[in-house]
């Protein structure tokens, strides 16, 4: 089975303040990771996604991601953030032979004029 | 950009009555998901579709749940004889294939009385 750990529940950042979220995941198998992102009021949105290939992911609004095998890691960062990146940000991992994704508890990323 | 499209955004209902919740995944998907989130929690997954019929379904899915894809644009989530636990956000996703990204809707809070 897998499981994901996001280690904070709320980061605090004072806005154009570089930003990491932190993600670990277990997996017995390969895995799939993602990051989602919901804006108030909203659904879950697709930041970026993991499949193959360069470790070193780029989403979208700014955001990028590496995938850590050895240390099992898939943490978020941002150089730079603004006032419009307030939201909650949930980790997720899916087995290659998984329908379902697992979801982190979230980390709520608060952004500090 | 198409859009995963949930309704109704917030349904209320007497515990122990049948509600359904309705989606229409992005056209060209052919895997269909539901997760909820309870207040607070992890979101988590509860059945994945393809192809007329339930591909994976997780602990959480018992015989109070069904799903159903009754034309070809609609996809339900029937909750039956629904219980003050049933309260959550429940989350339509869908992708076009099985190790692609899934495309999440805006959610349905539900709420039981």
């Known amino acids: 089975a897998q499981s994901v750990t996001q280690l904070d529940s709320q980061v605090p950042v004072f806005e154009e303040a570089p930003v990491e979220l932190r993600c670990n995941y277990s997996?017995?198998?390969?895995?799939?990771l993602f990051w989602y992102v919901q804006y108030p009021n909203q659904g879950l949105q697709l930041l970026l996604k993991?499949?193959?290939?360069?470790?070193l992911v780029k989403g979208i609004n700014g955001f990028e991601a590496e995938f850590n095998k050895s240390q099992t890691s898939f943490h978020l960062r941002k150089p730079s953030v603004h006032i419009s990146d307030t939201a909650e940000y949930f980790c997720?991992?899916?087995?290659?032979?998984?329908?379902?994704?697992?979801f982190g508890k979230g980390t709520r990323l608060h952004i500090l004029p | 950009e198409p859009e995963v499209t949930q309704t109704p955004s917030h349904q209320v209902t007497q515990m122990g009555q049948e509600v359904i919740l309705r989606c229409v995944p992005i056209?060209?998907?052919?895997?269909f998901y539901w997760y909820r989130q309870i207040l607070g929690q992890k979101v988590e997954f509860l059945v994945s579709f393809y192809n007329n019929e339930i591909s994976e379904k997780s602990e959480i899915f018992d015989d109070q749940f069904s799903v159903e894809r009754p034309d070809g644009s609609n996809f339900t989530l029937k909750i039956r004889s629904t219980k003050l636990e049933d309260s959550a956000m429940y989350f339509c996703?869908?992708?076009?294939?099985?190790?692609?990204?899934?495309?999440f809707g805006d959610g349905t809070r539900l709420s039981i009385l």
């Open positions: 056209s060209n998907h052919l895997y």
């Open positions: 996703a869908s992708s076009s294939l099985k190790d692609q990204p899934q495309h």
């Open positions: 997996s017995s198998v390969s895995v799939y």
């Open positions: 997720a991992v899916s087995a290659r032979s998984d329908d379902k994704i697992i």
């Open positions: 993991y499949l193959s290939g360069s470790t």
